[in-house]
């Protein structure tokens, strides 16, 4: 394989990468007072298996987080083997307003199978698929529907695709929007 090609598999790899939970809670423990009341939006992650959706579920009332929003790209291959949901694989946008119905006992906040059981029972009342429009497919940060949840948010996380960091960042200074993500060192 030539150099060229080795980048490309590389970015091609690096673009279906899952962010551990445990890399995610070491980098935003740093910013644990930056929440208060913001309206955070993971805008490439998979409402089932992104572990950002899971860390803000799992310290949305510890953050005193005022909104989580999400947005699936590609089809979520695990969502009906883990969760019992039973629904299309298909793209998913996700809005979580509060996360105190599935507390137990004195819990602040939910465990990780709180924050998955929040996800398969609340259904539809926090899941809105995603449709895609003329120039992007459902999903795409750059799409229409994205883009309307983007303008509503004050805090973008994520671990973008790295093939198109530079769109991605581009879209986040001219939106303004303030942001936490996680990259390449290279990029
Ligand atoms: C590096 S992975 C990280 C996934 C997730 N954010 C995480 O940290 O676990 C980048 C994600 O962006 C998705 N993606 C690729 N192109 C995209 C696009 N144009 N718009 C939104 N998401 C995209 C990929 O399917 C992949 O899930």
Request: aromatic share 12%; charged share 30%.
């Amino acid at each position: 394989m030539n150099n060229a090609n080795l980048h490309a598999a590389n970015r091609a790899k690096n673009d279906e990468f899952y962010t551990e939970l445990s890399e995610i809670e070491k980098e935003l423990k740093n910013y644990s007072d930056k929440f208060k009341d913001k309206v955070v939006f993971c805008n490439c992650d998979d409402p089932f298996e992104s572990n950002f959706v899971k860390y803000f579920l799992m310290h949305f009332n510890g953050l005193g987080l005022k909104e989580l929003y999400a947005t699936g790209y590609k089809i979520s291959s695990i969502v009906n083997a883990e969760y019992q949901v039973g629904i299309e694989n298909i793209p998913y946008s996700l809005c979580v307003t509060s996360t105190k119905e599935y507390l137990k006992g004195d819990q602040i906040d939910l465990d990780f199978n709180g924050a998955k059981e929040l996800v398969e029972k609340e259904g539809d009342r926090i899941r809105t698929k995603l449709l895609g429009d003329e120039k992007y497919v459902a999903g795409d940060f750059r799409s229409e529907e994205s883009i309307e949840i983007l303008k509503k948010s004050d805090i973008i996380v994520t671990n973008p695709p790295f093939s198109l960091f530079r769109e991605y960042i581009a879209q986040l200074m001219e939106y303004k929007k303030k942001f936490l993500i996680i990259g390449n060192k290279n990029a």
